[in-house]
């Protein structure tokens, strides 16, 4: 089973200012296929996860192009360029590469600092 | 517009059995992906399941042997069948929608809570 570890675990923010998560795989998660399974996903308090970026790096509809995602091999990053109050609340990182199972990290907590 | 509405949770005794229930709206369960993830009180997201167009499934091993997944084209509904459930049991059950394998969980119910407890 792929270990997903996300760092940091809390992550205090200033409005208007970039945040930065990172997320590392205990393998590298490129597929055979060429493709990187690696995806992102926020929740908010007290709400469902929604999927913000798959594939690494491709924004999902909908999502503010404030969120990117970047990383290969076994190291990623979700980026957002300006915080914003909606955009508290807890991420993760999750494979699909190695499957089943696929794969979450334990969450990065983005908070008002 | 896909929807995904869970139901069944409840507040059940360690050994019972429980079936979750998953409507969907605006697609078909018979052609795409459906999985079942968990998050326990206060913790992170852990995949528990996948059926699969042509009907097979998959299960963490956590539960393998314990639960089962099957679907009611008819009703459009995907059901988790939990039996002999113990205290880690215990979390909020999402329903996901996927169009492809891998899974990437392109939609997500709102959630239906079980809790095992005597």
């Known amino acids: 089973e792929v270990v997903m570890t996300q760092s940091p675990v809390s992550l205090p923010v200033t409005l208007g200012q970039p945040a930065s998560i990172s997320c590392r795989s205990s393998?590298?998660?490129?597929?055979?296929?060429?493709?990187?399974?690696l995806h992102w996903f926020q929740q908010r308090p007290g709400q469902s996860p929604r999927r913000l970026i798959h594939?690494?790096?491709k924004r999902d509809s909908g999502v503010p192009d404030r969120f990117s995602g970047s990383g290969s091999d076994t190291d990623f990053t979700l980026t957002i360029s300006r915080v914003e109050a909606e955009d508290l609340g807890i991420y993760y990182c999750?494979?699909?590469?190695?499957?089943?199972?696929?794969?979450f990290g334990e969450g990065t907590k983005v908070e008002i600092k | 517009e896909v929807q995904l509405v869970e139901s069944g949770g409840d507040l059940i005794q360690p050994g019972g059995s429980l079936r979750l229930s998953c409507a969907a709206s605006?697609?078909?369960?018979?052609?795409?992906?459906m999985s079942w993830v968990r998050q326990a009180p206060g913790r992170g997201l852990e995949w528990v399941s996948i059926?699969?167009?042509?009907?097979?499934?998959y299960f963490a091993d956590s539960v393998k042997g314990r639960f089962a997944m099957s679907r009611d084209i008819s009703k459009n509904t995907v059901y988790l069948q939990m039996n002999d459930l113990r205290a880690d049991d215990t979390a909020v059950y999402y329903c996901?929608?996927?169009?492809?394998?891998?899974?990437?969980?392109?939609?997500w119910g709102q959630g239906t809570r079980v809790i095992v407890s005597s």
């Open positions: 996901s929608r996927d169009i492809i394998v891998p899974p990437r969980f392109d939609y």
């Open positions: 605006g697609f078909s369960v018979s052609v795409d992906y």
């Open positions: 059926l699969y167009t042509y009907g097979t499934t």
């Open positions: 393998q590298s998660l490129r597929h055979s296929d060429g493709n990187t399974y």
């Open positions: 594939n690494v790096s």
């Open positions: 999750m494979q699909s590469t190695h499957w089943p199972p696929p794969t």
